[in-house]
C-alpha cells in the first residue's frame, strides 16, 4: 500500500473539491489495504467513480443516489479543519489524528434539488464506543454550524432488496447499455418510467416474466 498524499498534496490535486462528475473525494480506496470493505464504484448518472470506504457506505451510496431528489453526492468530504479544532475545544474532546495533517471527513454531503444539503455519517451499527460518540459530536456540531442538517445511518438498516435492485438496474441507465427485453425493462425501471415494487420484489429474469405476463 502507498504512503497516502499529505495534506499539501491533496490541496494542490484539488481532492475534496469540485461538484458532480468534476468532485474529487478528499479520501480514495488506494489508501486503505482492506479488500472486501471498500469499493469503487461508478455514478450511473455522472459516470464519476465514487470512493465507498465500508460496505455500508457502499449500499447507503445505492440507495441515496437512486432518490432523484438527491442531485449530487459528494462522498468523502473534508471538513474546515480550523472549524473542527475550535469545536473540540468548546467540547473539551481531543481532536482526532495524531498531527495537524490530519482532517475529518463526513462520509456523504448530499446536495438536495431545493439547493439544501444534508450530511451523512455512515456506521456498521450502533454499538459505539464513547470515543466514536465525541468525533461524531464534533461533525455534527460542525454541519449544524453551517446550517446543514446532519443524520446518521446504520449498515443494519438497509433494505438489501432495495440495493440488490438499485445495482441490478443501474448499469441500463444509460440507453446505450440495453441489448434485450430484460434489459430494456431494467433501464425503465432504472428511469423510473416503469413501476416496480423496487423494495419488496426482486428483480430478475422469472420475475420480469411475470410481470410481462400479468
Known amino acids: 500500500m502507498a504512503k497516502p498524499p499529505s495534506r499539501k498534496t491533496k490541496l494542490s490535486r484539488k481532492m475534496g473539491a469540485g461538484v458532480g462528475k468534476n468532485y474529487l473525494p478528499y479520501i480514495t480506496t488506494s489508501e486503505f489495504n482492506s479488500l ?27 440507495i441515496l443516489r437512486f432518490d ?51 450530511a451523512y455519517s455512515v456506521k456498521t451499527n450502533d454499538d459505539l464506543k464513547d470515543r466514536d460518540l465525541e468525533i461524531l459530536c464534533i461533525e455534527k456540531q460542525y454541519w449544524l454550524n453551517e446550517g446543514c442538517d ?13 440495493v440488490e435492485n438499485i445495482r441490478a438496474v443501474v448499469p441500463f441507465y444509460d440507453k446505450t447499455e440495453v441489448f434485450d427485453e430484460y434489459s430494456e425493462i ?17 428483480i430478475n429474469n422469472k420475475k420480469i416474466d411475470e410481470w410481462r405476463n400479468r
Request: glycine share 6%; net charge neutral.
Open 150 to 162: 446532519y443524520q446518521l445511518l446504520f449498515k443494519r438498516d438497509v433494505n438489501r432488496t432495495l
Open 36 to 62: 472486501g470493505t471498500t469499493s469503487v464504484i461508478k455514478d450511473w448518472k455522472t459516470g464519476r467513480e465514487v470512493h465507498c470506504l465500508s460496505q455500508g457506505e457502499m449500499y447507503w451510496y445505492y
Open 68 to 118: 432523484d431528489e438527491n442531485i449530487d453526492i459528494r462522498e468523502q468530504f473534508p471538513l474546515d479543519r480550523s472549524k473542527t479544532e475550535k469545536i473540540a475545544q468548546q467540547f473539551g474532546i481531543k481532536h482526532p489524528g495524531n498531527s495537524t495533517e490530519y482532517v475529518m471527513t463526513t462520509d456523504f454531503l448530499v446536495t438536495r434539488f431545493d439547493k439544501t444539503h444534508i
Open 186 to 202: 431494467k433501464h425503465g425501471i432504472a428511469r423510473k418510467t416503469i413501476v416496480w415494487d423496487i423494495e419488496h420484489t426482486p
